[in-house]
């Protein structure tokens, strides 16, 4: 079992930076893969970012490729997501994710456990 709880989200202008962070308690973190998905309210869940268990593969949703970086630390169970340019239409509630394999995968079926989300608001 793991629990997940993501924090860091907040109101930013267009063109700012946030970082996300997700906490992670429970077994076998450093053995999941993890991801970042998020949600608009009447739409569907969409992938952001995903890293495999040792960090060393990440894969990137296209509409924030080269903008957000996903990132890790095993040791302090955390999980990141450092978010640059960002704009109006990154909008939407960011909910972390943990797979019960090591390997990045980009399908929300993929992933057991989920956190409570955390909203993001980019204002024009």
């Known amino acids: 079992q793991v629990q997940l709880v993501e924090s860091g989200g907040g109101l930013v202008q267009a063109g700012g930076s946030l970082r996300l962070s997700c906490a992670a308690s429970?077994?076998?973190?450093?053995?999941?893969?993890m991801a970042w998905f998020r949600q608009v309210p009447g739409k569907e869940r969409e992938f952001v970012a995903t890293?495999?268990?040792?960090?060393?593969?990440?894969g990137y949703g296209d509409s924030v490729q080269g903008r957000f970086t996903i990132s890790r630390d095993n040791a302090k169970k955390t999980l990141y997501l450092q978010m640059n340019t960002l704009k109006p239409e990154d909008t939407a509630v960011y909910y972390c994710a943990a797979a019960q394999t090591p390997a990045i995968t980009s399908y929300d079926y993929d992933y057991t456990y989920w956190g409570q989300g955390t909203q993001v608001t980019v204002s024009s």
């Open positions: 429970g077994r076998t973190f450093s053995r999941c893969a």
């Open positions: 890293i495999s268990w040792l960090g060393s593969r990440t």
